[in-house]
């Protein structure tokens, strides 16, 4: 489904030196996992109008987010720490000013389908036929639905017909939909019905189709279907509007987008245009301008890198990825292009591709720290520690400060069993940066590694004091203070966790160990479990779990917590271990 608002972060900017509307600022995100980059475009979507709004999805949990603006005279300008949830008006030279997000009405949530108010002008003309556009620039459609469609379907001219159980219009336009599909057929196509409603039961879905006597192929939306397409259809339209039932699609053979319909159409409509799709730019720019006139200069190109960005957002990388193709294909040295398609590619699995698109990124910009540091952590992933160190280290070097830098480096340097070295290196940056958070925490975790259970505690409460909702921070805090017989303290430092975030399988864990420990133990045992069940795939719970049972005397169900354990990772050496010594 689409991203929750509250793991997001809207950013305007206002040029003082700059032009007025910042056109050309470059906005940089960081955060724990990683760097996003957006730059404030001119009009770029129909008739050159776009959002002056940039957004950013954050993911679940993204920690601290801070946030600079890179001016079009080249003045850096510091956002400072951002709020989760908000979106900030930023004017050039001054402190960003920020603000709740209201709701969006009409908001498609997955499973959750808008149909179109009745009486709505944009959804009718004044002649009766539904509202409808061709594409000056077609767009690939989604590559999300096909997976229970017969090859013969996907490469045919289609109609996708978007719809919903819920619907009342989609019901009564039943009759015209059977016509529709009569009609296309016959003119070499095929209509491929979309059930929007991605919770209802299968056999429902079924009875709906059957009900509405609809004879061509179907299939019912998944999530990122309708999400995917969702943001498509956001991105086609100025005021960014949510895909609504009925709405259709018309595919080419390719599968390309080269017309939408929104609201019921009638079948002769579909059919006629299935016969008279545009193959040039000149034939899609006399059916989709609005307007006769004479054409001076001809440069419709479709705003292919906020596409991908959405994408990216979303957690659809493949898509994020594919979108950030099409930029490249015009303009192979675009760097943020470049940056966001090694991103996709990365995060889609291709890790080949998104360490040479660094490397391409890197030859054009040699100076671009959060690519080098990308590609350090890509690296590392990959098991080629020694690169990676080298990478960071040349980043630390010229700037001590570097966020992501230095957590990467001092994590890499504590892997390598150099705690004292990611000492200095957290050390460095704190005399430059006092007030981070992230960089105490850091150095309280290479503290904890070298043996100074007291200093790293103290580097603990010092991150809280800047910022009580780093729950990294809160975590370390409550396994140091469980460590050296502290277990209300541990309890606390949980429970204020948990409270912003109660599915935290990280905060659980320590929780658990610390209600055992306070001789609660069938709390401690319930934490451990939900812990589990918050993360299946983190260990620590389950060898916990099971030694609160050993000690109370319950071999059998430390046993069975153990093999459970090992269900997910069959070679973990601790629960052999353990599970040896229970039999």
């Not at 991105?235 to 895909?243: A, F, I, P, S, V």
């Not at 260990?539 to 099971?546: K, V």
């Amino acid at each position: 489904g689409l991203q929750d608002a509250g793991q997001a972060i809207w950013i305007r900017c206002e040029g003082v030196k700059s032009n007025r509307g910042g056109i050309g600022a470059r906005v940089t995100l960081r955060t724990a996992r990683g760097v996003r980059i957006k730059e404030v475009p001119a009009g770029s979507f129909f008739l050159s109008q776009s959002s002056a709004w940039l957004c950013f999805g954050l993911g679940k949990e993204p920690g601290e987010v801070k946030g600079e603006v890179r001016w079009p005279g080249g003045a850096v300008q510091e956002l400072g720490v951002l709020a989760h949830g908000k979106r900030y008006r930023v004017r050039e030279g001054e402190a960003p000013v920020g603000e709740e997000l209201r709701e969006r009405a009409g908001a498609m949530l997955s499973g959750t389908v808008a149909e179109p108010a009745r009486g709505d002008e944009r959804a009718r003309t004044a002649g009766g036929e539904a509202f409808s556009s061709w594409l000056l620039e077609p767009i690939p459609a989604p590559e999300v639905f096909t997976s229970g469609v017969e090859p013969a379907v996907r490469a045919q001219k289609k109609i996708l017909h978007f719809l919903s159980i819920t619907c009342p219009t989609c019901a009564a336009e039943a009759g015209e939909m059977r016509l529709a599909e009569k009609l296309i057929a016959g003119a070499g196509g095929t209509v491929l019905h979309v059930v929007a409603d991605v919770a209802a039961p299968r056999a429902d879905v079924e009875a709906f189709i059957a009900k509405l006597g609809l004879a061509a192929p179907f299939v019912q939306a998944d999530a990122p279907t309708l999400s995917a397409f969702n943001i498509v259809h956001r991105h086609l339209w100025n005021k960014r509007r949510d895909l609504a039932v009925p709405t259709s699609f018309l595919l080419d053979e390719a599968g390309n987008i080269v017309k939408v319909y929104r609201g019921s159409t009638p079948a002769g409509v579909l059919a006629a245009d299935l016969t008279r799709i545009p193959r040039d730019p000149a034939a899609r720019m006399a059916l989709a301008l609005p307007f006769p006139g004479t054409l001076h200069r001809y440069s419709f190109h479709r705003d292919l890198l906020g596409l991908g960005n959405a994408f990216f957002e979303a957690g659809l990388f493949d898509l994020a990825r594919a979108a950030f193709q099409g930029p490249l294909g015009r303009e192979s040295h675009d760097v943020d292009s470049l940056f966001n398609y090694a991103l996709a590619s990365s995060d889609s699995g291709r890790i080949d591709e998104a360490e040479s698109t660094y490397r391409r990124v890197l030859e054009i910009a040699p100076g671009l720290d959060d690519a080098r540091n990308n590609l350090g952590t890509l690296l590392g992933r990959a098991g080629r520690r020694d690169e990676a160190l080298k990478l960071f280290q040349s980043i630390v070097e010229r700037n001590p400060a570097h966020a992501e830098a230095v957590l990467n480096y001092s994590n890499a340097l504590v892997q390598e069993d150099h705690a004292a070295a990611a000492i200095q290196v957290c050390l460095a940056a704190l005399k430059h940066d006092p007030e981070s958070a992230a960089f105490h925490r850091k150095l309280g975790y290479a503290q904890y590694r070298s043996g100074q259970a007291e200093a790293a505690i103290d580097s603990h409460r010092r991150a809280l004091a800047i910022d009580p909702l780093d729950l990294d921070a809160r975590l370390g805090l409550a396994i140091l203070l469980v460590a050296p017989g502290a277990p209300a303290e541990a309890k606390k430092e949980s429970v204020e966790g948990l409270a912003r975030s109660p599915a935290h399988a990280g905060l659980l864990n320590p929780l658990g160990m610390a209600q055992a420990a306070l001789g609660a133990r069938a709390e401690a045992m319930s934490s451990l479990e939900k812990s589990i069940a918050a993360d299946p795939r983190f260990d620590r719970p389950y060898t916990n779990l099971a030694r609160v049972l050993l000690e109370d005397g319950k071999k059998a169900e430390a046993e069975r917590v153990l093999r459970k354990l090992l269900e997910v990772a069959p070679e973990h050496p601790v629960a052999r271990e353990m599970l040896e010594q229970v039999k």
